[in-house]
């Protein structure tokens, strides 16, 4: 059955929507973002299959439509469909080549996931010590591997010539930890600093990252390490 558009489901800002916005701009298909409304959220929760958000809506050409919840479900599902896993090298298994872009994937969400805990810590000089330890000591261990596995691609991406929901996890990745720490956290990593301009020289990944802060209400805050709203000028 072919896919007319997509519906993305979640809050403003780019967090856990940033990678799926990504692919579906890169794909050129057609897609709106729905915002959560946090006064709504309380009712909506309780509608979801998990209780969270994101979710997206897959709309068909026979007017029918399905709904996806979970991030790394969501980007299995674009990336099979859409073409954002890597081509397997001869002879490979297909099966291995994706899995092994997912590796890449949830390794990145998992530090994500360490700095939103540490970043909602009500508690600002244990949000302080605990950012401290990540951008000290988990960030450049976790940038490390990646830099070594980059490092051993032949392209411009992490699997060759062909861009994959690996690169733009690292690409918002790397953005969260540049409005975090600067650019002087990635000085020591070259080979990732190529791969996310090689990712963000592709035009629609250019294009989004030129008005993704249209959308954005939150942000990182370096002073109070949360994430706080953005006062519009
Ligand atoms: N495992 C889920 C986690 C999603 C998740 O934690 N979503 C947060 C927003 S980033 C959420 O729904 N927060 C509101 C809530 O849990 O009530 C996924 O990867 O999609």
Redesign the pocket.
Known sequence: MSVVSYEVHY?PVH??GDVTRMVLEASGKPYKNVFINPKD?PAM?KQQR?????WLVIHYADGTSKTL????AILTYLADTLGFFPAPADGAEPALAKAECLAVFTSWLELADKFATAMGLPDFEERQKRVKKLQTETLPAHVAFHERLIGESVGPFYFGDKPTIADFMAVSSYSRMEELFGDEFSKPFPNLVKLVNNTCALPAIHEYFAKRRDFGVLKFDREQLKVIPVVKA
């Open positions: 809050w967090a856990r959220w929760k998990f209780g969270h958000c994101p919840w979970e991030e790394v």
